[in-house]
């Protein structure tokens, strides 16, 4: 069992910036390709980002591309979201979810946090 824990949501303005957290119990970190998704009110749960277990490797989705950045930190077990020039699109819930391969589908993730609000005012 992998256990995960959102952090760092919040209410900002259009154009500030975010940081999201996720740590990691349980099972090897350092094992499991990371990935944000996201889910608006009324819409399906869409990929956000993933960073493989090496690290070395990355997909983003297109509408975040230039603006989200994801990082991780073995030493923490921790998986970052860095979110600059935020939309109010980009409002909705954010879930870390690990996996044990590398996927950019909610099917592909074996564990999920209980996500985190972040909401952009315009």
């Known amino acids: 069992q992998v256990q995960l824990v959102e952090s760092g949501g919040g209410l900002v303005q259009a154009g500030d910036s975010l940081r999201l957290s996720c740590v990691a119990s349980?099972?090897?970190?350092?094992?499991?390709?990371m990935g944000w998704f996201r889910q608006a009110p009324g819409k399906e749960r869409e990929f956000v980002v993933c960073?493989?277990?090496?690290?070395?490797?990355?997909a983003y989705a297109h509408f975040v591309k230039g603006r989200f950045t994801i990082s991780r930190d073995h030493a923490k077990n921790t998986v970052y979201l860095q979110m600059n020039s935020l939309k109010p699109e980009d409002t909705a819930v954010y879930y870390c979810?690990?996996?044990?391969?590398?996927?950019?589908?909610?099917?592909?993730?074996?564990?999920w946090g209980q996500g985190t609000q972040v909401t952009v005012s315009s």
């Open positions: 979810a690990a996996s044990i391969l590398k996927g950019t589908t909610s099917t592909s993730y074996d564990y």
């Open positions: 349980g099972r090897t970190f350092s094992n499991y390709t």
């Open positions: 960073l493989s277990a090496s690290g070395s490797s990355t």
